[in-house]
């Protein structure tokens, strides 16, 4: 794989950099005052990867990897995006550099998209209607990261949510997420249905009796435990996934 996405890994990035006096040099490395930094496309991990080095008396020290993002030929631009998203962040919080906060309240909810399949934003409504105290955590994700990145999101909150409706195994609780996750999947767009199939085995692949729960709680959702079922042997060879759904 080419490296032609690293253009749009240094955009989501390059805000940050400036605004923090970081100056791009020739060899494409990032360098302040005290702190040399540089992203690099490891071809045979098929990452991408955020390096710092210190400076001092001006002499730049060896170069620490702080983060690691898997990226193969299956991602795109929009991914690309999220990995410059993820550096921005990686930079922030070991630089010791405080985040200038979007007021919470200034932050809006996602809506439900009245005509057409489920998106990814009517899918988010609907889960926030149903646990409204993810709710501020949504506005406080949105406001740390400047967007939505669901899939972070989803692995942060709704999977460890979705272990213990499972686990606890309340019918009436169980009930419901069950309708919900079914209903979405149903007539959600490609992009909600894969995210229902990801959230779902994560929570459950690993833990027999979730499993058998799940399996017992959707006999009658016939389309949605199937995908679920083809999708279980599937999901621990996806680093990308497992790395952002199982925390």
Not at 216 to 241: D, G, H, Q, R, S
């Amino acid at each position: 794989m080419d490296n032609r996405y690293y253009d749009n890994v240094i955009g989501e990035m390059q805000s940050f950099l400036d605004e923090n006096n970081f100056k791009c040099l020739d060899d494409g490395s990032f360098k302040s005052q005290d702190k040399q930094v540089k992203v690099e496309y490891d071809e045979a991990r098929q990452m991408y990867l955020l390096k710092i080095a210190g400076i001092e008396d001006g002499v730049v020290s060896e170069y620490n990897e702080v983060s690691a993002w898997l990226f193969d030929d299956s991602q795109n631009a929009k991914d690309a995006a999220s990995v410059g998203v993820d550096f921005a962040a990686t930079l922030r919080e070991n630089l010791g550099i405080k985040i200038k906060r979007a007021v919470s309240t200034d932050i809006e909810l996602p809506s439900a998209n009245k005509s057409g399949s489920l998106t990814m934003a009517g899918f988010t409504k609907k889960l926030l209607d149903i646990f409204p105290a993810f709710k501020d955590s949504y506005k406080e994700h949105v406001a740390h990261y400047g967007q939505y990145l669901y899939l972070d999101f989803l692995g942060e909150y709704f999977v460890p949510q979705l272990k213990n409706v499972f686990t606890v195994n309340d019918k009436k609780q169980v009930k419901k997420l069950v309708e919900f996750l079914g209903d979405s999947f149903n007539k959600g767009d490609r992009e909600t249905v894969n995210a229902v199939l990801a959230v779902t085995v994560a929570a459950i692949y690993n833990d027999d009796a979730i499993k058998q729960n799940f399996f017992m709680a959707t006999e009658n959702e016939k389309y949605y435990l199937e995908a679920v079922k083809n999708f279980i042997p599937v999901f621990p060879k996806n680093k990308k996934l497992v790395s952002l759904l199982v925390k």
